[in-house]
């Protein structure tokens, strides 16, 4: 009787402590539905110390990042006769990576920034597939709207392993106008 009262106590425990790992994650409600979370998650300040204790970053990456970071700049939408696109700078602590939410490396030495571009309607948030040079092509021709991506690699916290992990990601970079034609 005792060994199946200390089997049931290990279990409850177990599932105690996989409860409450799971639900620190808690993703921020306007960062639902994307890919990228510019948003401090409240729960971020549990890892910082850990984060910034186990990133310290070769000297050649400082480089890297000089060629590679932004500064912070504003969201600006641009309208074509084309394809219009908006241009984002992104500062992630979260990225949605293979269904999972990863918690990406931001220190006071190292902001990881990308600048983000995609399609955009006039009336709508995406504008893959929207017909671009109307009345230019011939009668067999036919251009829509395109989001080109591109993959870069981002450092990560692995919570579970307590570790820094290099973690590729594809970024939406440019939108260009595809052209088909119907003998494609």
């Given at each position: ?16 402590r ?125 251009g ?5 991506y ?35």
């Amino acid at each position: 009787m005792a060994s199946v009262t200390l089997m049931f106590t290990v279990v409850l425990v177990a599932l105690s402590r996989s409860a409450v790992t799971a639900s620190k994650l808690d993703i921020p409600p306007e960062c639902k539905d994307k890919m990228f979370c510019d948003v401090e998650p409240a729960f971020y300040n549990e890892y910082r110390e850990d984060i910034e204790l186990k990133f310290k970053p070769i000297k050649s990456m400082w480089n890297l990042a000089d060629n590679y970071n932004y500064d912070y700049q504003a969201r600006e939408y641009t309208f074509e006769n084309n394809c219009n696109y908006v241009k984002e700078m992104s500062t992630p602590y979260l990225v949605h990576s293979n269904g999972t939410a990863k918690i990406i490396v931001q220190t006071s030495f190292y902001k990881q920034r990308f600048m983000t571009t995609r399609c955009v309607d006039s009336f709508s948030n995406a504008a893959d597939g929207e017909q671009c040079f109307k009345g230019i092509l011939s009668g067999n021709s036919r251009g829509s709207c395109k989001t080109k991506y591109t993959n870069i690699i981002l450092y990560a916290y692995d919570e579970a392993n307590k570790r820094i992990q290099r973690l590729p990601i594809e970024v939406p970079v440019c939108c260009y106008c595809g052209i088909t034609s119907e003998f494609d």
